[in-house]
Nanobody, 123 residues
Framework: QVQLVESGGGLVQPGDSLRLSCAAS????????MAWFRQAPGKEREFVAG????????DYADSVRGRFTTSRDNAKNTVYLRMNSLKLEDTAVYYC????????????????WGQGTQVTVSS
């Protein structure tokens, strides 16, 4: 069982930056593919970014590519999501997820989920 705890959400203005963190309670963190999903009101939960346990491969949703960066620190059992140039449409609850698969972008690829952290972008 892996517990994930997100932090770093908040209320920001368009163009601002935020960094989300997700701490994992497992000794084998380096063996998990980690991902960020988000869910806006009335919408499906969608993939945002991920970093594989294999060679640190990363990938992003088209809507955030070039603005968001995900990274992991295996020594700290933590994955990060750096969000720059935030837009109104980035407003959502952001979830951290962990999986034993090598790579995946589907919700069903992920076994463990955090409780979510709210990011609100408003002028």
């Amino acid at each position: 069982q892996v517990q994930l705890v997100e932090s770093g959400g908040g209320l920001v203005q368009p163009g601002d930056s935020l960094r989300l963190s997700c701490a994992a309670s497992t000794r084998t963190f380096a063996s998990y593919t980690m991902a960020w999903f988000r869910q806006a009101p009335g919408k499906e939960r969608e993939f945002v970014a991920g970093v594989s346990w294999v060679a640190g491969r990363t990938d992003y949703a088209d809507s955030v590519r070039g603005r968001f960066t995900t990274s992991r620190d295996n020594a700290k059992n933590t994955v990060y999501l750096r969000m720059n140039s935030l837009k109104l449409e980035d407003t959502a609850v952001y979830y951290c997820a962990a999986s034993t698969v090598e790579w995946g972008k589907r919700r069903t690829d992920y076994n463990y989920w955090g409780q979510g952290t709210q990011v609100t972008v408003s002028s």
